[in-house]
T-cell receptor
């Protein structure tokens, strides 16, 4: 089965850097996704990591360590619009193409001015 | 470019009533999914489809049925609504399934009284 742990809430100040952690257990690792969800809106895709290391995409970076079952999302130069829930997700199926995802409960980030 | 469109956006049902939620995507995606999202819980997979004419059960399928008669449409039905089905329902699609990001609709907020 799958299990994902991420902090429930985090707060940070505009312009700062914040790191949102995600630890996971899965029967067969097949990559890890991060999604952003603003209140009352649909989740939107942020990043996908399948190999160890850091992947940078503008102000957002995502890190993966497969041996530790650990990932983090790094947000730099925080803006008010970054206030949202950040969802960590892993595929349920290993070695298949079904594309089903298991989601964590999300981390609610609040950015203060 | 509409992406994934869900109708209706809001609905209130009485216990025992039935309804159908419609999801339409214009991206020619093969894979479609229905998730529900409840406070304090991650997105949970209800049913999914890997192509026109196919459907399969997800993590929480009880009380729901689905149909995928056309590639672009994925319908979620509640035959006899229960208060436990009060939730926000999200439809999503992807092109490759495995390692492919999900594209979500804007959700349907359903209340069962």
């Amino acid at each position: 089965g799958q299990n994902i742990d991420q902090p429930t809430e985090m707060t940070a100040t505009e312009g700062a850097i914040v790191q949102i952690n995600c630890t996971y257990q899965t029967s067969g690792f097949n990559g890890l996704f991060w999604y952003q969800q603003h209140a009352g809106e649909a989740p939107t895709f942020l990043s996908y990591n399948v190999l160890d290391g850091l992947e940078e995409k503008g102000r957002f970076s995502s890190f993966l360590s497969r041996s530790k079952g650990y990932s983090y999302l790094l947000l730099k130069e925080l803006q008010m619009k970054d206030s949202a829930s950040y969802l960590c997700a892993v595929p349920i199926d290993r070695g298949s193409t079904l594309g089903r995802l298991y989601f964590g409960r999300g981390t609610q980030l609040t950015v203060w001015p | 470019n509409a992406g994934v469109t869900q109708t209706p956006k809001f609905r209130v049902l009485k216990t025992g009533q039935s309804m159908t939620l419609l999801c339409a995507q214009d991206m020619n995606h093969e894979y479609m999914y229905w998730y529900r999202q409840d406070p304090g819980m991650g997105l949970r997979l209800i049913h999914y489809s890997v192509g026109e004419g196919t459907t399969a059960k997800g993590e929480v399928p009880d009380g729901y049925n689905v149909s995928r008669l056309k590639k672009q449409n994925f319908l979620l039905g509640l035959e006899s609504a229960a208060p436990s089905q009060t939730s926000v329902y999200f439809c999503a699609s992807s092109d490759r399934g495995y390692n492919s990001p999900l594209h979500f609709g804007n959700g349907t907020r359903l209340t069962v009284t």
